[in-house]
């Protein structure tokens, strides 16, 4: 309820992502790009921005966290602070734009929203892979925002609108569950545990990703073997294996193995596997790398070993982002007259994710090829993923960097922090 107390706007950002673990032989260049060039150069310096951001939340994230794993969608977690700042004003409105890296771009204020919204159509427009991307803005049925903040909302992130009773918790709980269910195909069922009853607002950001490879590990193949999570503690994995040609590079500055496996419409996974202390690769790693390794990989033959995978992740945000710079907008001094004329500030901002690593998934593919080439024989190298590594979900098409993860115990399944 809204009375003379200030009112709470709480702002809550999520993830899912599901991912079928294939192996797809992806050659040639990117398929050309069929929006205009500004709106492509638009979307490229955005997704600059958006890595410096994805890989300080990264670190602010495993600061708290060096022995866990970690999962989660830095994409979700920059629109839904992006879309948030479209009714900020004042010093919430430049933290905002600060802590997103925004103040000294080349962008536009509207410029910046314009180039969201060419993102999320580019992103939802990819036919290859099940993917969607979207916001969500749940407002108090007595509670009335600008109706100029509403409609920005919609034309630039996408957004669907619905009036809700917040103080009946448990309804408007159930409802906004089966919405953010529908979203991530069953994947995150249950996203609000105790909603808060003098919420007037609730925005959601989230993300499905589901990515098939060409040829999938073949489960004949997967076998129990051991995990080091570190010198002194193993646990059983379910190891799968897939041999076949990979691109591939070895980072001597930062002593770690770098390996690029390739979805289907420019998507890819990268894996990062240090020769010794993740620490020191964490700390190190930044946009750079992903760009410097993706120049110089070469492809041969690989045999690969990669542990299946099933991680969920819950993190509250709000200590995080005010270390981060976003501070007035969990305060009394927050400024989201863009929103409304009443005082409004963010009591929570939640994240989740979920990650699946399987052999296979719901859908199934065959290709049969047949080559004619010289007889030669090859030899093939091994990379196992027996240790803690780092996962990159990259779009190759717009280097845009759509997950980050740490795998430090496969065993563990459940994360909240």
């Known amino acids: 309820m809204v009375g003379s107390a200030m009112a709470r706007s709480v702002l809550c950002l999520w993830c899912c992502f599901s991912l079928v673990f294939m192996y797809t032989s992806v050659h040639g260049s990117p398929e050309q790009h069929s929006d205009s060039d500004d709106h492509e150069n638009k979307i490229q310096a955005l997704n600059k921005l958006n890595s410096d951001f994805a890989f300080r939340l990264y670190k602010s994230i495993v600061s708290g966290a060096q022995s866990q794993n970690v999962f989660f969608s830095p994409l979700s977690v920059s629109t839904a602070l992006a879309a948030l700042s479209l009714g900020a004003g004042g010093e919430t409105h430049e933290q905002l734009f600060s802590g997103l890296g925004f103040n000294n771009s080349i962008f536009t204020n509207e410029e910046i929203h314009q180039a969201f919204l060419d993102l999320l159509e580019n992103l939802n427009h990819r036919t290859e892979v099940d993917l969607n991307v979207g916001t969500a803005v749940y407002v108090h049925d007595t509670f009335k925002p600008h109706p100029e903040f509403l409609e920005k909302l919609k034309r630039f992130y996408l957004s669907d609108g619905f009036s809700v009773d917040f103080t009946k918790t448990t309804e408007t709980s159930n409802q906004i569950n089966k919405y953010v269910s529908e979203k991530t195909h069953g994947k995150i069922s249950k996203f609000i545990e105790k909603l808060d009853p003098s919420t007037v607002m609730y925005l959601l950001s989230y993300i499905y990703f589901k990515g098939k490879w060409s040829v999938p590990f073949k489960p004949k193949h997967t076998r129990e073997a051991q995990f080091h999570v570190d010198e002194e503690t193993t646990v059983p994995v379910q190891m799968m294996f897939v041999k076949d040609d990979f691109y591939s590079y070895y980072d001597h500055q930062l002593s770690v193995r770098v390996l690029r496996l390739n979805y289907n419409d420019s998507f890819s996974m990268i894996l990062a596997l240090p020769d010794k202390n993740i620490t020191l690769l964490e700390e190190a790693v930044c946009p750079h790398h992903i760009t410097k390794w993706q120049k110089w990989m070469s492809e041969r033959n690989y045999g690969i070993y990669l542990p299946k995978l099933s991680l969920k992740t819950s993190y509250s945000l709000n200590s995080i982002l005010s270390e981060m710079g ?92």
Request: glycine share 6%; charged share 20%.
């Open 326 to 417: 976003f501070k007035d907008m969990f305060t009394a001094k927050a400024n989201f007259s863009g929103i409304s004329d009443q005082n409004l500030l963010v009591s929570e901002a939640a994240h989740k994710a979920t990650l699946d690593v399987d052999e296979a998934g719901a859908e199934a593919t065959a290709v049969t090829g047949i080559g004619i080439t010289l007889f030669s024989a090859r030899i093939s190298e091994t990379l196992e993923f027996n240790r803690p590594f780092l996962i990159f979900i990259i779009d190759q098409k717009t280097n845009n960097v759509l997950f980050i993860g740490k795998i430090v115990n496969p065993a563990n399944s459940e994360v909240r922090q």
